[in-house]
């Protein structure tokens, strides 16, 4: 005769959590320890989405900004003229908000000779269109060497041989440009402590707070944003603080290191929404995206121009650049600058390809409608 099986026992919600307890601690010491490893990892991923929904939801109703860098010797690299290049981007994309730079290299040739004439018809034309400038200042600026120093300075030396003509130069930036109607903000120091990227030799924490000190001294009205140094999760507690943050969101880059293939970083929008989040709760500063990545990433250390279109098409093209933006808005951050705008005037003009052009200018012309819309 058979004897029945024992009935299996059904356990009601309320019982799971003590269930649960006791099979975690009467298994092995290893058993415990991968449970509660997990146990953090998931409290804090919750604790990172929450967050980010938070902000994301908090600013949603605030108008949307996208906006660009522009940098003259870029432009030149690709054989374009920068005045015909800043005014397309003005005029066809209808940017309104861009990123200037001022390479100390290009503006005090010999010292205590300043040559602002290329910067000064950038302004110009950012006021012809009624644009707003966010003006990038100091020793370390956008694009690579990413540190520009004239040839008379050398900043390997210690820092109190050229640090105060770095701090006369940065003086003379702002009084040139704190009273322009196109001056929106002051961008310092580009991505200061970023030491593994770039030729810079400085990364002294006390200068950038002198820095910041300094150019509060001569322009009190416009604020100045300081941007992380990377996307590790972290918030950005120790001085200087500015008053808005920027961060860089790069999503596809060739990995020169192990693949050799290109590579997607696999973080959610939410993820730069938690970080901007965070440091809105702890530190009560706003953050902007100051560069998101919207032009190819040329593989092996090449050149882009050192490539043909078909593998630059492989890290930007129409569609991820669509996709990108999406993904941009979608950090809640109500703010974006495009990182790659010459790029995408060379296509147009010199390769007869609009198509990633056309994008951006669709994508602005939809941000300005939503934002016309919601003053209704």
Excluded at 100 to 109: G, H
Excluded at 296 to 322: C, D, H, V, Y
């Amino acid at each position: 005769m058979a004897v029945p099986s024992k009935p299996k026992q059904v356990l009601t919600p309320k019982e799971w959590p003590s269930a649960v307890w006791r099979y975690v601690w009467r298994a092995s010491f290893f058993r415990r320890v991968v449970f509660c490893f997990l146990a953090v990892v998931i409290a804090f991923l919750t604790g990172m989405y929450s967050v980010g929904q938070w902000y994301i939801h908090k600013h949603a109703n605030e108008p949307l900004t996208l906006g660009t860098t522009f940098v003259p010797d870029y432009a030149k690299s690709f054989g374009l003229d920068p005045d015909k290049t800043l005014q397309a981007m003005f005029e066809d994309l209808g940017m309104r908000q861009i990123r200037l730079v001022s390479y100390w290299k290009n503006i005090e040739l010999t010292p205590g000779k300043y040559d602002f004439s290329e910067l000064d018809s950038e302004f110009a034309l950012a006021n012809q269109y009624n644009a707003q400038v966010s003006l990038a200042i100091g020793l370390r600026q956008p694009r690579w060497p990413e540190c520009h120093e004239p040839k008379w300075i050398d900043i390997s030396a210690s820092e109190n041989q050229w640090k105060p003509q770095l701090f006369k130069f940065i003086s003379a930036v702002v009084d040139r440009y704190k009273n322009n109607p196109a001056l929106d903000s002051y961008q310092l120091e580009n991505e200061y402590f970023l030491s593994v990227f770039g030729e810079c030799k400085n990364f002294d924490r006390s200068r950038l707070v002198d820095e910041l000190k300094l150019v509060k001294q001569h322009d009190s009205k416009h604020k100045v944003i300081i941007a992380r140094s990377n996307n590790w999760v972290g918030l950005p507690v120790g001085q200087p603080t500015p008053d808005e943050f920027g961060i860089s969101v790069y999503k596809r880059v060739w990995d020169a290191t192990i693949t050799h293939r290109y590579f997607e970083y696999p973080l959610p929008s939410w993820f730069y929404a938690a970080l901007a989040g965070g440091g809105e709760i702890l530190i009560g500063k706003n953050m902007i995206i100051h560069e998101l990545q919207a032009e190819a990433w040329a593989p092996k250390g090449l050149e882009i121009t050192q490539i043909p279109l078909s593998e630059q098409f492989k890290s930007m093209n129409a569609k991820r650049m669509k996709d990108r933006i999406a993904y941009g808005e979608a950090t809640g951050m109500r703010t974006i600058d495009l990182w790659g705008s010459e790029w995408w005037y060379w296509l147009k003009v010199k390769k007869g390809d609009p198509s990633i052009w056309n994008v951006v200018k669709d994508a602005v012309a939809q941000a300005n409608a939503q934002n016309a819309k919601s003053k209704e």
